[in-house]
């Protein structure tokens, strides 16, 4: 078997179980995601957002805020039940690559290229909390920024669970004209120093 040939089967066997990885984490989070309407609240949270910030007055736009209080608490509410559900999934359905492709072949011979999406979802969870109930007495446009940004990083962290880091940063720019960096760095200080830590590999077992 000559060396290109090798190549191209080895090219043909690493899309075979990109796509079989991918399918299979779509289907696993679609599967809990069905049950909530957490997609539904964060898109009205998004939209919500965006007119109040848009709004020049600010009695009206603090008023906009306060519309969608109820809404932050659902989102912190289900993202918790949405981490306490994955904890029934064996850890070899939850684990993630952290190389910036998808290579599931070369993730599952080194341990280390490896970390567990079930513990990320309950520091999203934590963080939606932590912002819902003002823990850190913000005014309400700079709570509603934070809460942006711990929704932003979510979307991240399920499309980099499903697909791969690249397309991830891809959809998180298209979608919201952000970078990875910029969202992390305006999550809440609870949620930047978690998210670093299970990134690192570096974080306290939960």
């Not at 898109?43 to 209080?69: C, G, H, N, W």
């Not at 850190?136 to 499903?162: G, I, M, V």
């Not at 880091?165 to 004209?177: E, G, I, N, Q, Y």
């Amino acid at each position: 078997m000559n060396f290109a040939l090798s190549l191209l089967i080895a090219f043909i066997m690493g899309q075979v179980l990109r796509l079989r990885y991918q399918r299979h984490h779509i289907q696993l989070l679609s599967r809990h995601l069905a049950t909530m309407q957490l997609e539904k609240h964060m898109e009205t949270l998004t939209t919500t957002y965006s007119r109040a910030i848009q709004e020049a007055d600010p009695s009206r736009q603090e008023q906009i805020f306060a519309t969608v209080t109820q809404t932050e608490q659902a989102v912190a509410a289900q993202a918790q039940r949405l981490a306490e559900s994955f904890e029934h999934e064996a850890e070899n359905s939850t684990l993630m690559g952290v190389l910036a492709y998808n290579l599931p072949f070369l993730t599952s011979l080194f341990p280390s290229m490896k970390r567990d999406f079930r513990k990320l979802l309950y520091i999203h969870a934590a963080g939606f909390r932590y912002v819902a109930d003002n823990v850190p007495n913000w005014d309400a446009k700079t709570r509603a920024y934070h809460f942006s940004a711990e929704l932003y990083l979510f979307q991240h962290s399920c499309h980099w669970f499903c697909r791969s880091r690249p397309v991830a940063d891809a959809r998180l720019m298209v979608r919201h004209k952000v970078d990875h960096k910029k969202v992390l760095d305006s999550v809440s200080p609870p949620t930047h120093k978690a998210y670093t830590q299970w990134l690192t590999n570096t974080q306290s077992p939960h």
